[in-house]
């Protein structure tokens, strides 16, 4: 799990990343409270390489890599592109944001669904809607951090203080948020994952699971991830 650069604001004794080499994801189980299919938030802060990853770089994804799934995918680039545009696939098909994130430096990016009204955020900004977005559940597959599946569409680079809501956040509220660590105990988090477990550079083997800050406790295995030198970042 690294120190970071990517904001001043964020006290970097307690903020660390974790780093996704491109081959390893992590599986948050089945838990019905990743079924969200309106009025949501996702959001994160994604650091790719330089040279970034060609094609889909999923973020999080609770369906199988196909658009006649149910479900959805919340990722950067869109299919078979490096165009680094935040992107969306939901149940029958896939938008994506007018503008793209930067490789090589840290971007905030955060997905917003209100009603069938979805809007995506760079760094705080809107970065295109798109309307008439219909949802349908998928209760068959795990919600996956950094793949589709376990293993299609990885992602590789840095992610770090990664949440659900199942509430719409506003433009201000999200410019909040990118700055401030949660709890745990805020209203209508699903999930929050701070990445700040075990120490920037060293041996983490011990280290299992990533935990979940909310009561709900849906946390991890990272038993995929190599654990030391620079998983933690």
């Given at each position: 799990?690294p120190?970071?650069?990517?904001?001043?604001?964020?006290?970097?004794?307690t903020?660390?990343s974790l780093h996704?080499?491109?081959s390893?994801s992590?599986?948050?189980?089945?838990?019905?409270?990743?079924?969200?299919?309106?009025?949501?938030?996702?959001e994160?802060?994604?650091?790719?390489?330089?040279?970034?990853?060609?094609?889909?770089?999923?973020?999080?994804?609770?369906?199988?890599?196909?658009?006649n799934?149910?479900?959805?995918?919340?990722g950067?680039?869109?299919w078979?592109?490096?165009?680094?545009?935040p992107t969306f696939?939901y149940?029958?098909?896939?938008?994506?944001?007018n503008?793209?994130?930067?490789?090589?430096?840290?971007?905030?990016?955060?997905?917003?669904?209100?009603?069938?009204?979805?809007?995506?955020y760079?760094n705080?900004?809107?970065?295109g809607s798109?309307?008439?977005?219909?949802i349908?559940?998928?209760t068959?597959?795990s919600?996956?951090?950094?793949?589709?599946?376990?293993?299609?569409?990885?992602?590789?680079g840095?992610?770090?203080?990664?949440?659900?809501?199942?509430?719409?956040?506003?433009?201000?509220?999200?410019q909040?948020?990118?700055?401030?660590?949660t709890?745990?105990?805020?209203?209508?988090?699903?999930?929050?994952?701070?990445?700040?477990?075990?120490?920037?550079?060293?041996?983490?083997?011990?280290?299992?699971?990533i935990?979940?800050?909310?009561?709900?406790?849906?946390?991890?295995?990272?038993?995929?991830f190599?654990?030391?030198g620079?998983?933690?970042?």
């Amino acid at each position: 799990f690294p120190s970071h650069d990517k904001i001043s604001r964020i006290y970097s004794n307690t903020d660390n990343s974790l780093h996704f080499d491109g081959s390893n994801s992590i599986n948050l189980g089945l838990s019905n409270n990743f079924n969200i299919t309106s009025n949501f938030t996702i959001e994160t802060w994604v650091k790719l390489p330089t040279t970034p990853k060609y094609s889909i770089n999923t973020i999080v994804s609770k369906t199988p890599p196909n658009l006649n799934n149910d479900g959805f995918m919340f990722g950067i680039n869109d299919w078979n592109t490096s165009n680094l545009k935040p992107t969306f696939e939901y149940t029958g098909s896939a938008v994506s944001a007018n503008q793209s994130i930067t490789a090589g430096v840290w971007n905030h990016i955060a997905v917003v669904l209100n009603g069938g009204t979805l809007t995506f955020y760079i760094n705080g900004q809107p970065a295109g809607s798109n309307t008439g977005i219909t949802i349908n559940a998928n209760t068959f597959e795990s919600m996956y951090i950094g793949s589709m599946s376990g293993s299609f569409y990885t992602f590789q680079g840095q992610m770090d203080n990664l949440r659900f809501w199942n509430s719409v956040k506003t433009q201000s509220e999200i410019q909040n948020l990118m700055y401030t660590e949660t709890v745990g105990s805020e209203s209508n988090l699903i999930a929050s994952y701070n990445f700040n477990q075990g120490i920037i550079g060293g041996n983490n083997t011990s280290i299992s699971n990533i935990i979940d800050q909310t009561a709900n406790s849906l946390n991890g295995c990272i038993s995929s991830f190599l654990r030391s030198g620079s998983t933690l970042s």
